[in-house]
């Protein structure tokens, strides 16, 4: 059950992208969002008030926090990719080692005892037909062909 639950999590990961890296990247960027509201607000009414040294000061600061929201901005969307990018390599692993479990291999050999291995050769063969058309009609390896594409570009470079 508890590995059911995992493989959950990681489709919702992997469809979402949302992780805490991405909730605190956006938490960030909001905060300095208002900051930079609040401060160029501040530094309009300044300009209005008196037109000179202390409009300075808060436009610094104004810019100051917009670059902060800036760069909260990209690591909120570089936290959204790569947790995008994990999941679907750990759901592409997972995928796999599923055959490779003791309880579905002894499962299998109990049902190739029971009901003859001569009959469930042809259903296996079928079987594996239907797998292979769905994987491919559904997208099958789009997210770790692309990251293939990517490890390709970075040992080239």
């Not at 909730?23 to 300009?47: D, E, K, N, S």
């Not at 929201?69 to 995008?84: F, M």
């Not at 599923?98 to 499962?107: I, Q, S, T």
């Not at 009959?119 to 797998?131: C, D, E, H, K, Q």
Request: proline share 1%.
């Amino acid at each position: 059950m508890r590995g059911w639950l995992d493989y959950l999590k990681l489709l919702a990961k992997s469809k979402t992208g949302i992780s805490s890296g991405v909730v605190v990247w956006a938490l960030v960027g909001l905060v300095c969002a208002l900051v930079t509201l609040v401060f160029l607000i501040v530094a309009a009414f300044i300009w209005l008030a008196e037109r000179y040294d202390a409009l300075t000061a808060a436009l610094a600061m104004g810019g100051l926090f917009l670059l902060i929201t800036i760069a909260a901005l990209v690591g909120c969307n570089w936290s959204h990719r790569r947790t995008t990018e994990r999941a679907q390599l750990a759901i592409a692993a997972r995928s796999n080692a599923l055959w490779r479990d003791p309880k579905f291999m002894a499962a299998g050999l109990e049902i190739g005892r029971a009901v003859g291995w001569r009959r469930l050769v042809p259903l296996f063969a079928i079987g594996l037909l239907a797998a292979g058309l769905a994987r491919e009609w559904a997208g099958g390896d789009a997210g770790v062909k692309g990251h293939d594409r990517e490890e390709d570009e970075r040992e080239a470079a």
